[in-house]
């Protein structure tokens, strides 16, 4: 660091930092290049490009036992452009609209080049299809990568949709970001007893396995699941071939302190009688826990154990021909890290972010069709292994055996289920995909960026679920839902970036040439030498280096000249005395602004050239103006907030700080004004707010879709704002607010609307529904039938419920729908089953029932339009869209952008709301008791530069961090004549005298949220009872009652109104006359006991159906309650 | 307005606007209230006091003072002129066809919204109720428009013409497409008074090749009660006078400064004796933005009040008629509704 400034005069040390003005538009420059869901599309390209044909090579030869000359070859892999089969072998390239019309899925081709042997013939087959792959929207392969925003609008895209879903039985699903603890990294960690252990879970293509090292009693032991009984280190050791306890404790380490800590493990050794590898190889052979073997030679207990130590022990370590040096010194640094950070407590945390890695889409995918694939091979092998040795005319060709099905419903089933079960890796997974939320734009951005964890939900534990220092930058600090996923579930920052897999192969040859010693030329000794640092690449140790400042630096310095990837950190850890090195995939980086000398390396002129557009922000990458960081090496940086915060000891400036914050809170004005649970609240409900989904919602035919009938730009917006389009695709009107309390019908967050402002469409909304149906033809040549509208007899024109209905059976354009009413006539056969063998073919015309599709609601709807189209199984598919508008209502519920909720309490005639000066009056009142304990301030903010943006005709920004000044912002209220609080004088609309407050008035911007009185009301007399009970249903979809649940009950019970609990409890439930024999206490029917064969004692009771149900499963298990009669007045 | 004002006289005329709310804000000369003050009402001294000054008017707005008179009174023809003066306006939308994006309930409302030039004097109420609901309109209730376009492409357009107004014929509908279809004699009885929309630029839809809007309308007379369609005004208010009284006299640099705190051309300075004075010129082009208070040397110099009779009213039409008309309109349903109490009032008696 001294040296950078030596060079420099005084002069220009003491010059102020220049401020890069408006630095953040590197922002849009970089989201053009990488885009919010990037990380998805970068993921998904990865492996379909990549990580596929990898597959495929490490899967590339199927043999078969029963002839050792067949075998075949696989010789590429590719994945086609999405396209739907027309009719037998034509295919048609498709549009993701069109799948999510038809109920069909996004898919391209999966295609094979095979080399493979037919008799002895050798046949080179190319262009082989095995499977279909869903294809993710916006990937490489998708039909809209690199259109023009014409072009979408042909494909009936919207071009402002961010893509990085997949279509799935017309389905959109969104495979989440897994958050893992990261592969193949030492984790020291104290126990709940406070012993320190160390725990690896090390993961390659073929394995995956945890391996513990634990202290018992001050001697160190390897834990393992294949392992029966904790295994002592020294023993491992000398299993692995390093025999010689001097060798051991050189490589663990020669200090005093270190020494006297692994002495026991040395004397357990001793102990156990063991001193050489043969001796510790039988010792671990009996302890290993006996796998099921299936075939091949059988091996003995001291090959098998050997065989463990080299493949599953630590499998991330190579042994390559069962040199165990590199495992053995991988094991001793275990043990030093063990022995240091006993007493120390130099723990490692796991909630660390850069301990952390983020699996995706592609990597996910990758290991589902890792394993669909070799069951694909497994299952041809199977099919060659039989079909070989039988005698044919035709000899056996296995093209005709590979059937692609296999695969394409693996990927459809996991993606649509979300069940992620493989066997191999002991992974079962539920709700990996969720169906893409699509209630506003916001809601499906925020979807495609949110992470969810491995960890349970249920536990009650604060450590992963609280905010992590090392999450700035990286994750959404504001963005987690309530509840019990709260700190489970995150979201992305807008800046942040994931890493996808990298070659290690050049940083390995540059470590090398950097001065790293090999790790398998050194003795040992040299790991803990006090001047040397231990090289780690993606958690293998790669030897030692003398200068690490210097690797460090020059490494740096290469990837800064673009020689290695951008993406490839290296840090230093003065603790652990280590360099790391990573250039593996699902770590979390972002850009920043390379600091040089004290100066930001960005000057105004590189910010001119962008917004002229000579530059992008790849040229800022490659001229090393900007690099990306990842949480380990933002570390290892000193990183300067602003400008004048940079310091001599500076190495990086920070782009933007609103960038901290994601997707959702970057809607907030001001929210560094406001109580931090604010933010968060309205980051959950800024989801659930209606507006536009997208430029092409009205082509959609989507089971639910609320849309704003005038949504409107935000009078203060972000930059976030700005970025992610939301001013394109708004969800919220602009309403004159005024903070004040009128008539009571505004307590507890109610809002007081004008009813003038409904009147000329404030918060009108539209509900769009859908209706489905599908005609099936039969196994037995049937098929069903839509029926036109039943004529009544009388008068020739259809009866009531057919009164929509066109000539065709299907309901009509524009015509309004009631309740109960038939939108498709849809009759069905009878029977759809292939008369059995034997049994007489049916005469003459097939029987149809009639199967009608009913509008159910208790609103009437408008058919906005019908679509006849055919699904993937060629059956008919007939959709619906209905359309509602609805207009506000007393108890609808509202909500600004800072959290504040309220329902609509009151709709107020214009004539009697308050007015100002000039005449205007509120759209909504809101009350001033929402303010206090909230501590939104930045509400209070947004209502003054809205106020001022109004009269000055601008828009004003409340971004993070920054924005518009309350200061500016009041000058020029005052500029216009208002009082610079913003608060008014205010007449009321009743008395017409002025009130004797002034009054805050201004525009908030308010969303109108998803939940709708009209949704929920509901009201029950008489209705459906359940089967089994013959107790009222329950929930409003079924009509259901309102239950009167046990604290109502016991409130019943304490007041004594037992009449009442009768009633409630029994005669307007399920009241049941029983027969009670009175002699043998059993239930009788009709007048006669079945048990006394009499029915002089019977008598008539009633009691609960669920009391009757009760005794009679009793009854059915062999317990007999009976039940004794008296008369109560005797 | 130098003239300082006993404490009472204040209490009773004047609303005080102070730093942290208003002052005096209720009505309280009741007969009897104050001693002294004969408060009983008497017509001599109401038309006496009583004055109505036009300031400005043209076709749309209209400025002017009432003075003299009770809030509950002025506030009762604010509030007659927003909800209670009839209109016609766009009620029933028979949709033939609607193959436009709009959907047909928002190009209801939007249609119903627009203002339709049609003197509501010479039409009836139709009748309300569930039993009316199927009656057809007559020529004394029903005005019928009709709107039937349908957009095509041009002919002319150049080729690589990307503009729609150039590619399209008739893809954007304004309400000048909206066509009076007279009933009955309405022809021969409304022939000068073309009916149709006041405004013909509102954008009603937008339309592409193929796509086709017919529909016919039905505009009935209602109020603005029962929904702002119907309203006459786009609004109409009214403020108070205001009034500003310097305590003392203010010179100098403050009087420079006090100057600025007010709206242009409420103090002017006055040279006297070679000092600049400030001196209230107009105090009715405020806009009581209370900007002095914040200025604490200044605060104490002067008071800010209001006159709390002296109506300044705005009415802005929304162009059906005029803004004179609206008022008398306003003022003769007051007059019938006191007319319809009184009769009640009779009524009652004689049971």
Not at chain 1, 249 to 263: D, K, P, R
Not at chain 1, 524 to 534: A, H, I, R, T
Not at chain 1, 632 to 640: G, K, P, T, V
Request: with cysteine; charged share 25%.
């Amino acid at each position: 660091m001294e040296e950078e400034f030596s060079d420099m005069s005084l002069q220009e040390l003491a010059a102020p930092v220049n401020t890069v003005e408006e630095k953040w538009k590197l922002l849009p420059a970089f989201l053009k290049v990488k885009g919010l869901v990037k990380q998805h599309i970068d993921s998904f390209n990865y492996f379909i490009n990549v990580e596929i044909k990898k597959i495929m090579k490490a899967n590339e030869k199927i043999t078969s036992d029963a002839d050792p000359m067949w075998y075949l070859k696989y010789l590429n892999i590719y994945v086609g452009m999405p396209d739907v089969e027309e009719s037998f072998n034509v295919t048609r390239p498709v549009s993701p609209h069109e799948c999510r019309l038809r109920d069909m899925t996004y898919s391209a081709p999966i295609t094979v080049d095979i080399e493979y042997t037919r008799g002895s013939q050798r046949i080179i087959r190319n262009a082989l299809p095995i499977g279909r792959m869903p294809i993710m929207l916006r990937s490489s392969n998708c039909v809209l990568t690199g259109k023009t925003p014409m072009e979408f609008s042909k494909l009936n895209e919207c071009p402002l949709d961010p893509g990085g879903y997949f279509i799935v039985k017309g389905q959109e699903k969104v495979i989440l970001i897994q958050e893992q603890l990261s592969k193949n990294r030492i984790i020291v960690e104290q126990d709940r007893k406070g012993a320190v252990g160390a725990s690896v879970t090390s993961s390659t293509h073929e394995k995956k396995s945890r391996t513990n090292m634990i202290v018992k009693q001050g001697r160190f032991y390897l834990k393992h699941n294949t392992l029966s009984e904790d295994a002592p280190i020294g023993i491992i050791f000398k299993a692995m071939g390093v025999e010689s306890d001097q060798e051991i404790v050189q490589m663990i380490g020669t200090e005093e302190h270190v020494m006297s800590a692994f002495a026991p493990s040395l004397e357990e050794c001793q102990k156990a009688q063991i001193f050489t590898q043969t001796q510790a190889l039988k010792y671990i052979g009996n302890k290993v826990r006996r796998q099921r073997m299936w075939g091949g030679p059988k091996k003995t207990k001291m090959e098998e154990a050997r065989e463990l130590l080299a493949s599953t022990i630590l499998t991330h370590v190579p042994v390559k021909e069962f040199n165990f040096r590199a495992k053995c010194i991988y094991l001793a640094v275990m043990v030093r890290r063990v022995i240091l950070a006993q007493g120390s407590h130099k723990v490692d945390d796991r909630d660390y972010y850069g301990n952390k890695r983020l699996e995706l889409a592609g990597q996910l995918l990758s290991l589902l069709f890792e394993d669909l694939f070799k069951k694909f091979n497994s299952e041809l092998k199977k099919i060659a292994d039989q079909i070989i040795p039988k005698q044919r005319a035709a000899q056996f060709d296995v093209v005709k055996h590979m059937r692609q099905d296999q695969i394409t419903n693996g990927m459809v089933n996991a993606i649509s289920t979300g069940n992620w079960s493989l066997k191999r890796f002991k992974m079962d997974r539920q709700g990996v995909t969720q169906v893409l939320s699509r209630l506003s734009f916001i809601s499906a951005l925020g979807m495609m960026t949110r992470i969810s964890s491995q960890f349970e939900k249920t536990r009650k534990v604060s450590g992963p679920r609280s905010l992590q220092p090392s999450q700035w930058g990286m994750l959404c600090p504001s963005d987690t839902p309530e509840g019990e996923a709260c700190g489970l579930v995150k979201n992305l920052a807008l800046m942040t970036h994931i890493t996808t897999d990298m070659e290690d192969g050049p940083i390995i040859k540059l470590a090398f040439n950097l001065g790293v010693e090999d790790v398998n030329l050194l003795c040992g000794e040299e790991l803990s030498y006090p001047s040397v640092f231990l090289v780690f690449l993606n958690g293998n140790i790669l030897g030692v280096i003398r200068d690490h400042h210097k690797l460090v630096n020059t490494f740096r310095l290469m990837r800064r000249a673009g020689f290695i990837n951008e993406f490839v950190s290296i840090s230093t850890n003065l603790t652990d005395r280590c360099v790391y090195i990573s250039s593996d995939g699902g770590r979390l980086c972002r850009p920043y602004i390379i600091v040089k000398k004290g100066q930001p390396a960005v000057k105004n002129k590189h910010i001119e050239e962008l917004a002229q557009g000579y530059r992008n922000f790849e040229d800022f990458l490659h001229e090393s103006l900007v690099e990306y960081l990842d949480v380990n090496e933002e570390n290892d940086c000193s990183i300067a907030l602003y400008e004048h915060m940079i310091t001599k000891a500076t190495t990086h400036l920070e782009i933007e700080p609103f960038t901290l914050l994601g997707v959702c809170a970057g809607l907030i004005p001001y929210p560094h004004h406001n109580q931090s649970p604010r933010n968060t609240y309205q980051c959950a409900m800024g989801k659930q707010a209606m507006g536009t989904i997208g430029y092409n919602q009205r082509n959609r035919i989507d089971t639910l879709m609320y849309l704003l009938a005038y949504p409107q730009k935000p009078m203060v917006k972000t930059k976030t704002i700005e970025l992610i389009d939301f001013e394109k695709l708004p969800a919220g009107q602009n309403a004159t607010v005024a903070v004040m309390s009128y008539s009571g019908y505004d307590i507890e967050d109610a809002l007081v609307l004008n009813k003038a402002s409904l009147d000329r469409g404030f918060g009108r909304c539209l509900v769009y529904k859908n209706a489905k149906c599908t005609l099936k033809r039969y196994t037995n040549q049937t098929f069903d039938k839509v029926m036109g509208p039943m004529l009544d007899a009388a008068t020739r024109s259809p009866i009531w419920r057919h009164s929509i209905l066109d000539a065709d059976g299907i309901c009509s354009p524009g015509e309004r729908v009631e309740n109960k009413q038939v939108l498709v006539n849809k009759s069905m056969p009878t029977v759809t089953q292939t008369p059995l063998e034997g049994t007489a073919p049916q005469a003459g015309q097939p029987q149809f029932r009639d199967v009608p599709i009913t509008y159910k609601g208790s609103t009437d709807s408008y058919i906005e339009k019908v679509m006849i189209s055919s699904n993937a199984e060629d059956s008919f598919l007939i959709k619906i869209l209905l359309r509602q508008t609805r207009r506000p209502e007393i108890g609808d519920k509202f909500s600004s952008r800072h959290g504040q909720k309220g329902v609509c309490g009151l709709i107020v005639p214009q004539e009697d709301m308050p007015f100002c000066d000039s005449g205007i009056c509120p759209d909504i009142i809101m009350n001033p008791h929402g303010y206090p304990s909230r501590m939104t301030v930045g509400k209070l903010i947004e209502l003054l530069a809205g106020k001022a943006g109004v009269l000055d005709g601008r828009f004003h920004y409340g971004t993070a961090f920054g924005g518009s000044k309350v200061k500016d912002v009041c000058e020029d209220l005052i500029r216009y004549g208002y009082n610079y609080q913003g608060k008014d004088y205010v007449t009321s609309g009743i008395t017409g005298e002025p009130l004797e407050a002034y009054i805050y008035f201004g525009p908030v911007y308010y969303q109108k949220l998803k939940h709708m009185v009209l949704d929920k009301m509901h009201a029950r007399a008489r209705g459906p009872r359940a089967v089994l009970t013959r107790q009222p249903t329950e929930g409003r979809s079924r009509d259901g009652g309102l239950r009167l649940g046990e604290m109502e009950r016991d409130c019943l019970i304490g007041y004594g109104a037992s009449m009442l609990l009768l009633e409630r409890l029994m005669i307007s439930s399920d009241a049941f006359e029983v027969d009670v024999c009175g002699q043998c206490g059993l239930l009788g029917y009709s007048g006669w006991c079945h048990y006394c064969k009499s029915s002089c004692h019977v008598s008539s009771l009633r009691i609960p159906y669920a009391c009757k149900l009760l005794f009679q499963e009793l009854q059915s298990m062999n317990i007999v309650p009976r039940l004794k009669l008296s008369r109560y007045n005797e | 307005m130098a003239a300082p004002m006993s404490n009472v006289d204040e209490i009773r005329k004047r609303v005080i606007l102070s730093e942290f709310g208003v002052r005096n804000v209720h009505t309280t000369d009741y007969p009897g209230n104050y001693p002294g003050y004969d408060d009983a009402w008497s017509l001599q001294k109401f038309k006496k006091n009583f004055r109505i000054e036009v300031v400005h008017m043209d076709d749309t707005s209209m400025e002017f003072d009432m003075i003299g008179v009770d809030a509950a009174l002025a506030n009762a023809f604010r509030r007659i002129l927003l909800a209670e003066v009839p209109t016609m306006a766009v009620e029933k939308v028979f949709v033939y066809n609607n193959t436009s994006i709009i959907q047909d309930e928002i190009l209801a409302h939007r249609l119903g919204l627009i203002p339709i030039k049609a003197d509501p004097r010479l039409f009836e109420y139709r009748n309300a109720g569930a039993e009316f609901r199927d009656e057809e309109g007559t020529e004394i209730d029903t005005i019928q428009l009709q709107l039937k376009v349908k957009c095509t492409r041009n002919p002319r357009a150049t080729k690589e013409s990307s503009d729609p107004r150039e590619l399209y014929l008739n893809h954007m509908v304004y309400s000048k497409d909206m066509k009076w279809v007279p009933i009955g004699n309405q022809a021969d009885v409304f022939a000068d008074a073309q009916i149709g929309p006041v405004h013909d630029d509102i954008l009603l839809a937008q339309l592409r090749p193929g796509q086709e809007l017919d529909v016919v309308m039905h505009c009935v007379k209602g109020i603005g009660k029962d929904h702002a369609k119907f309203s006459p005004v786009a609004t109409a208010s009214y403020r108070l006078l205001p009034e500003i009284t310097l305590l003392q006299t203010v010179e100098g640099e403050k009087a420079e400064r006090l100057k600025r705190c007010f709206s242009p051309g409420v103090i002017e300075l006055e040279n006297r004796g070679g000092k600049q004075v400030a001196k209230v010129v107009n105090s009715r082009l405020d806009t009581c933005s209370r900007e002095v208070l914040r200025h604490d040397d200044l605060k104490n110099l002067v008071k800010l009040g209001r006159v709390r009779d002296h109506f300044i009213f705005s009415v802005e039409s929304t162009g059906i008629l005029p803004p004179d008309v609206l008022v008398t309109e306003a003022i003769s349903v007051l007059v019938a509704k006191c007319q319809k109490f009184l009769n009640e009032l009779d009524s009652t008696e004689m049971e």
